[in-house]
């Protein structure tokens, strides 16, 4: 008869990283909401929260930086935040970050967008959807046809035409 190996493994180490908004809120309200709906989800996922990182609205961010010291160190395997603006407003900010977070093998996992990037599959697909984000934000305005045609020099013919 097999024997069937019954240790019990130990469970995932995770951290979560809370912000207050700005206009600043009462911090107890704001945070411990974000602090309740994450840990609900942790247990969900069966990770165990080691810690929790705090900031305030403005820069600059000290719990976000000691955030990433640790992960650098290897002190957990997952992130959680209420929402990626709780990283930050710009998303630019929010791509260096889980970009830091990636390298150190520290997945991200954000309730309000579900986003789950603890494996390369769903971090490929949130790099490829960063990457037409910006491209699709660099194509030219059309502002300039706008303001021509206020000043009344509009182009010979529609820019969406069938001749």
Do not use: H
Request: net charge positive; aromatic share 8%.
């Amino acid at each position: 008869m097999e024997s069937l190996n019954l240790q019990a493994t130990a469970p995932i180490s995770g951290v979560a990283y809370l912000r207050n908004g700005s206009p600043p809120t009462p911090e107890t309200d704001i945070l411990e909401f974000q602090r309740r709906q994450i840990e609900a989800r942790a247990a969900q996922d069966g990770v165990r929260l080691v810690r929790f990182y705090a900031d305030t609205a403005k820069f600059p961010r000290p719990g976000l930086a000691q955030l990433l010291a640790d992960a650098q160190m290897g002190d957990f395997s997952v992130v959680y935040v209420e929402s990626l603006y709780r990283i930050d407003r710009r998303l630019g900010r929010v791509v260096k970050v889980v970009q830091q977070l990636c390298q150190a093998g520290v997945g991200l996992v954000s309730l309000r967008q579900n986003f789950d990037l603890r494996n390369p599959e769903a971090q490929a697909l949130f790099f490829a959807a960063v990457a037409l984000t910006e491209q699709f934000s660099a194509l030219p305005s059309r502002k300039p046809t706008r303001q021509s045609a206020r000043a009344g020099s509009l182009p010979s013919k529609p820019e969406y035409s069938n001749d």
